[in-house]
């Protein structure tokens, strides 16, 4: 083998060592590349020429033990290595210090005692990790550390931030905004059972007064909508597709019914028990969802009004008095209507009921949250607008008054 | 050898290494409260801070000088007024002023503290010596604490007087007349006419006045 092959192979075949001894007196032959990583051994070898036999190996100090040392040599391994992505370091170190408290704690003595500055930092900044958030107890708890301060040493050293003003204000913030929802909860039920007993007297009053043959035609078209929309679970209902006339002849008795038309007065006993009825059914509703809604936790309150609100509403779905076979008093029909009129009439009566059905559910919102007095505007059986203010109440339908 | 107490044997140093790496003050606080020893490594990681920023901190004048006192190796020094509202006054800046920090501050910001007049930021100020930037935005500082700063911060650089509505030519003029070194100055949102801003170019034409 000539001069040049033994020069090219000498650094391959020949590994440098150097003998390194622990607290525990115990000595290790360790790579000198990858001992030289610290640089208290590097300072010993370079300076001192220790740790290149057995006899004179270099003393390390007394926090680095055989185990400690181990596992600082494999840190140095990992990291002496050159081509390493720092996305492969970095995953190295987080899965490296992920030991137990003490062990930790051992080997950050241990690699600050070694000067080696970045195993230092990244147990360091482990320890710091465990101890954020955590109160004096706990920490001593943690490392088993003595209470050896008196109580004024305790309150003395930064008295005024050892409570986080961020949480004491949040705290202070979320009360008074759960007070206010508590606040705000309570009103929009006020303002939803307000507008039930308010619908209720209203449409008490106005199924009382005759309605014309054109708002009768109109109904179906115009109430079906909304209600749907109020609730969800409410049934579609069919739409009466018949015409103006079969409605008359149905009106006046032509369909078949041998009784005909009731009287007025059993009509009207009739209706004033199945009011009766509804209201004390519906008082005791309101009453049970308001309990379930004082017994709730905050979070679903609003949920809870919005459904004690859609079901003050139910009652009209399924009220054979808002349906389309109500039976009408026949006294006052006329049925000599101007066609030009009538026909205008029936264009104006669609046209609010469009409007009234894409308006329902901003107008709905707008009950809720303002207790204010709105303007209605009615469409009357002689073609006239008449302006007529009820406090929180919206017609879903054109009456004769 | 105690393992339990593995911690307690490490050095004081190496314990105010570990608190240096804390952001919150809270956390240094708790830290303090667990035995003489971490007492003592939170007192020395103050010392060994450049920087101390209690911004977003609702701070008030006792622990502010406190924390202040330990950090004898401050050059840079931030009391902004938080969303927490100000609670640092003329009372608090008097005792920071004593502190051994001051004289090595190299820049401070007492942005937006409303709380603190001319009488705090002059006992504050005409300690310094090393002042190179200085941030009195949204204060109510007059012409008064200008003069303190033309007389006790030669090597000042940049200056903010942001909002400052009660600042006059006269403080301005003094600034530019007596600080040589002075690069920067805002003066957005206060009442000095255009024509002093025009002068001030002309004394010192390197200056860049921000409006």
């Keep these: ?401 | 050898m105690d393992v339990e107490a593995e911690i307690d044997r490490l050095p004081i140093d190496l314990l105010a290494h570990i608190f240096v790496l804390f952001t919150s003050f809270t956390d240094l606080a708790q830290a303090s409260g667990v035995c003489k020893k971490w007492k003592q490594g939170v007192k020395e990681s103050l010392a060994r801070r450049h920087n101390l920023s209690f911004a977003g901190w609702k701070m008030d004048d006792d622990s502010t000088a406190r924390l202040v006192f330990h950090a004898y190796n401050l050059t840079k020094l931030e009391i902004p007024r938080s969303c927490w509202g100000c609670q640092i006054t003329d009372a608090g800046l008097l005792r920071i002023s004593f502190a051994k920090c001051i004289s090595n501050l190299t820049s401070i910001s007492l942005w937006g503290l409303t709380g603190i007049t001319d009488e705090g930021v002059v006992q504050l100020i005409s300690r310094t010596r090393s002042l190179q930037r200085l941030n009195v935005g949204g204060t109510f500082i007059t012409d008064e604490s200008l003069f303190t700063i033309a007389r006790s911060c030669p090597k000042l650089e940049t200056i903010v007087l942001w909002s400052c509505r009660h600042v006059t030519e006269n403080g301005l003029f003094a600034l530019v007349d007596q600080c040589l070194k002075l690069k920067s100055m805002n003066v957005w949102g206060t009442r000095v006419p255009v024509e002093c801003l025009n002068n001030l170019l002309i004394v010192s034409p390197a200056l860049q006045i921000k409006v």
């Design chain 1, 1 to 401: 083998m000539s001069e040049i092959d033994l020069a090219v192979i000498k650094p391959e075949m020949m590994k440098l060592y150097v003998w390194l001894q622990t607290s525990d007196d115990s000595i290790q032959q360790v790579e000198q590349e990858i001992a030289m990583f610290c640089p208290l051994i590097c300072q010993e070898i370079i300076q001192k020429g220790m740790g290149s036999s057995k006899s004179c190996a270099i003393c390390l100090p007394q926090q680095v033990s055989p185990a400690m040392l181990s596992l600082i040599l494999d840190y140095c391994r990992f990291h002496q290595v050159p081509g390493r992505s720092n996305k492969e370091r970095k995953s190295y170190d987080e899965k490296f210090v992920r030991i137990d408290t003490e062990r930790l704690c051992e080997l950050t003595s241990a690699a600050d005692s070694l000067q080696l500055k970045p195993l230092v930092d990244l147990t360091s900044r482990a320890l710091a990790r465990i101890i954020e958030g955590k109160t004096p107890e706990e920490i001593r708890d943690i490392f088993h550390l003595p209470d050896d301060l008196t109580e004024e040493e305790k309150l003395e050293p930064l008295r005024n931030i050892t409570a986080d003003p961020r949480i004491r204000l949040l705290n202070r913030l979320y009360a008074k905004k759960r007070k206010e929802l508590k606040e705000r909860e309570r009103l929009k039920l006020y303002i939803v059972l307000g507008l039930a007993a308010q619908f209720f007297c209203f449409f008490y009053q106005s199924c009382q007064t005759q309605v014309s043959i054109s708002s009768v035609a109109s109904i179906p078209k115009m109430h079906h909508q909304p209600l749907t929309k109020l609730n969800v679970e409410v049934e579609e209902e069919h739409v009466d597709e018949r015409s103006v006339d079969d409605l008359l002849s149905f009106i006046n008795g032509n369909d078949g019914d041998p009784k005909g038309v009731k009287t007025s007065k059993n009509k009207k006993k009739n209706r004033r028990k199945k009011e009766q009825q509804k209201s004390s059914s519906l008082k005791e509703e309101s009453e049970l969802n308001k309990k379930e809604v004082n017994g709730h936790d905050i979070r679903h309150q609003s949920s809870e009004a919005e459904r004690i609100s859609e079901t003050l509403y139910l009652p009209y779905a399924d009220d054979d008095t808002f349906s389309p076979k109500v039976e009408f008093d026949d006294g006052d029909i006329d049925d000599e209507i101007d066609p030009a009129l009538k026909e205008k009439i029936d264009r104006e009566v669609e046209d609010f009921a469009r409007r009234l059905n894409s308006d329902w559910p901003e107008r709905m919102q707008e009950l809720l949250s303002s207790g204010q007095e709105r303007e209605t505007i009615l469409f009357t059986t002689d073609g006239f607008l008449r302006r007529h203010a009820w406090s929180n109440c919206i017609v879903p339908y054109p009456v004769n008054l």
